[in-house]
């Protein structure tokens, strides 16, 4: 959202994690020392991109066979969908939706990932959409698996799918992380555990969704990512505006 056509609206950041929070460890480093300067957006910000259907793949939002090679990957096979909406619960058309994630093993395909669960040569891990008319998105993914992080001793991530949404703006770029219902790890991750209102933290659980479920074939999840207002999504790059 933009004010007069020139300025990007601040979100209330009272919801979300303070930049420093020493029971995540790289928070201390990452965090800044000084007090934030606010600064005049310029044109480019607020006027771009665009996005349009044109510019995607037929399996960009496929990550079952959008990086498949010799056959299909190794993990069980799930389908994402929700909506991108506003405040008052409209639905966002046209609006990028970009995600990535480990694999089944809980690797991720990145040359610093040194976690010893094998690569699979069938999954990239990536992918995108652009909303509907609505605002709904899907994707066909495998189920990430949860992996040991250097935090404290014995910590693990849960199973999570890192999500990017873009705006009508550059600044507009927001990110934030999808977790599973029932996953025992959540409520022993130290960035879930950072965040101070918990009922904003339960947002960023995706429920069972049966009903989108395709019969012998996958189960679904729903995750809606609402920009703004009392049930807005929990967003990591909390500095910039939605």
């Not at 609206?9 to 029971?23: E, G, V």
């Not at 349009?52 to 090679?69: F, Q, T, V």
């Not at 995706?206 to 395709?214: E, F, H, K, Q, R």
Request: glycine share 10%; aromatic share 12%; net charge neutral.
């Amino acid at each position: 959202m933009t004010h007069a056509d020139s300025e990007f609206l601040q979100r209330d950041r009272s919801i979300h994690p303070p930049a420093f929070t020493p029971d995540y460890k790289t928070s201390v480093l990452r965090s800044p020392r000084r007090a934030m300067l606010s600064l005049q957006s310029s044109l480019s910000e607020v006027t771009g991109p665009t996005f349009g259907h044109s510019e995607l793949g037929p399996l960009d939002n496929d990550l079952i066979l959008n990086y498949a090679r010799e056959g299909e990957p190794i993990g069980e096979r799930i389908f994402v969908h929700g909506h991108v909406r506003d405040e008052n619960g409209r639905g966002i058309p046209h609006t990028l939706v970009e995600f990535w994630q480990a694999n089944a093993g809980g690797r991720y395909r990145h040359r610093n990932d040194r976690y010893l669960a094998p690569i699979d040569p069938n999954f990239g891990g990536c992918g995108r959409t652009i909303t509907d008319e609505n605002g709904f998105y899907y994707f066909r993914t495998i189920k990430p698996g949860p992996y040991p992080w250097r935090n404290f001793l014995n910590s693990w991530r849960p199973a999570h799918i890192h999500f990017s949404v873009f705006g009508t703006g550059f600044a507009q770029r927001l990110i934030t992380q999808m977790y599973f219902e029932g996953d025992p790890l959540i409520w022993r991750d130290p960035m879930v555990l950072g965040i101070p209102d918990r009922s904003a933290a339960e947002r960023l659980i995706a429920p069972l969704d049966l009903g989108a479920a395709v019969p012998l074939d996958m189960l679904a999840y729903k995750f809606d990512i609402v920009l703004r207002g009392r049930q807005q999504t929990l967003f990591e790059n909390k500095l910039q505006g939605n």
